[in-house]
């Protein structure tokens, strides 16, 4: 068996200035006060951020809204595709597009006096714009055997932007 040495260990209890407090003084000739290193910041270095940050906004919110604008145009677009491919199925089946006074609904409804109507040609309601508004249907159409379209953000035939009307044709 080892002998068994009994060690002492001694813990210097006085206190000494950590490297916080000694980086933390002022310098001899310094007018600055020091900072203590838990301290918070100053109203102009606040408002230096709160103006970065407002500018950032400025130049990112534009973007991001037209993108936004964008994707609603893309999506009306492509909700007028699967229209589009509902009623050329519906031709197939009955022979003719649906009138503009059977509408859209003649997709999931079968309209009086058809026999060959094999649908519903959509899975679900005909769905509204993205701006909320039902989708314009003509049958016959100005610009083919039918026209179908929505107005836009604004509900107003013509317009520019998100405003301008998705068309068909």
């Known amino acids: ?12 209890a006085s206190p000494r200035p950590s490297r916080d407090v000694a980086r933390n003084a002022p310098r001899p000739g310094s007018t600055r006060a020091a900072r203590p290193s838990g301290a918070g910041f100053t109203l102009l270095e606040l408002l230096v ?19 936004v604008s964008k994707s609603n145009t893309k999506i009306a677009k492509a909700q ?3 229209l589009e491919k509902a009623l050329d199925e519906y031709r197939l089946d009955v022979g003719s597009y649906p009138t503009t006074e059977q509408g ?6 079968r309209p009086q006096n058809i026999d060959k109507w094999a649908g519903p040609y959509l899975k679900k309601a005909v769905p509204l714009d993205p701006w909320g508004a039902s989708y314009i249907y003509k ?10 379209l929505s107005y836009g953000k604004d509900g107003q035939p013509g317009g520019s932007g998100e405003a301008a009307d998705v068309t068909s044709w």
Not at 104 to 109: C, P, W
Not at 139 to 148: A, K
């Open 49 to 67: 951020v709160i103006v970065i940050i407002g500018l950032l906004a400025g130049l990112v919110a534009p973007r991001y809204f037209d993108q």
């Open 104 to 109: 859209l609904e003649a997709l999931n409804t």
């Open 80 to 82: 007028i595709d699967s």
């Open 1 to 12: 068996m080892l002998p068994h040495h009994h060690s002492s260990v001694s813990v210097d």
């Open 139 to 148: 049958s016959p159409g100005e610009h083919g055997e039918y026209d179908l």
